[in-house]
């Protein structure tokens, strides 16, 4: 299994539309991805966020609120 079969899987999202799955402003996406607490890909000046990483993020934050 190549790299580029596993990229063709993977959905990535805008910022906007991570910040609307999280129910959080755009500003909090951005302060998550630069603080590193949420992996993302630069794309010329804007970022994508890959669904997967998104889904870790929420798991890990209701794990750390349980």
């Known amino acids: 299994?190549?790299?580029h079969s596993l990229l063709e899987e993977v959905?990535?999202?805008?910022?906007?539309?991570v910040a609307t799955l999280m129910r959080?402003?755009?500003m909090t996406v951005y302060r998550l991805v630069?603080?590193?607490?949420?992996?993302?890909?630069?794309v010329g000046r804007?970022?994508?966020v890959?669904?997967?990483a998104v889904q870790e993020y929420l798991t890990?934050?209701?794990k750390d609120a349980a």
């Open 1 to 3: 299994m190549g790299m």
């Open 11 to 17: 959905k990535f999202l805008t910022v906007a539309e």
């Open 24 to 26: 959080v402003s755009k």
């Open 34 to 42: 630069h603080s590193g607490d949420l992996a993302a890909v630069r």
């Open 46 to 48: 804007s970022f994508r």
């Open 50 to 52: 890959p669904e997967n």
């Open 60 to 62: 890990n934050t209701y």
